[in-house]
């Protein structure tokens, strides 16, 4: 979640544009670490609750920077803003790339993605 710490207040279309574009890069080396280690980790209560805790402290720290940089923060709670957008990054990269499922072009599901997030932002 790193490329969207580094936007700016009120960013441009291309600036989300990047921060997506990074992110996905990170997915691609990385996989989609939410769906990923929530579907697959162990049967161990201490490695899922050491896995709860990552997810909410990224969910926690993207929501609250939605909330700094948004002209006009969401009135949602900034932990569950946060787990929301991160969901929808995580799955759209997953379905759209990885699982190939859809017919849409990688440039169609960034350019989704970036208007969304620059409307919630802007």
């Known amino acids: 979640m790193e490329s969207f710490s580094e ?7 291309l600036a989300i544009r990047d921060g997506v574009i990074r992110y996905f890069s990170y997915l691609y080396r990385n996989g989609a670490f939410v769906i990923r280690s929530a579907e697959d980790s162990p049967n161990d209560p201490k490695f899922r609750a050491t ?4 997810h909410r402290r990224t969910a926690a720290a993207l929501g609250d920077r939605i909330a700094k940089i948004a002209t006009k923060p969401p009135q949602a709670d900034y932990f569950a803003a946060g787990l929301v957008v991160m969901a929808m990054l995580d799955r759209c990269w ?10 849409m072009s990688r440039d169609t599901v960034l350019g ?9 932002l802007g």
């Open 7 to 13: 936007l700016g207040n009120r960013p441009a279309r």
């Open 112 to 120: 989704a993605l970036t208007e969304l997030m620059f409307r919630m």
């Open 94 to 103: 997953l379905m759209a790339q990885h699982d190939e499922i859809t017919l």
């Open 51 to 54: 896995v709860t805790r990552s």
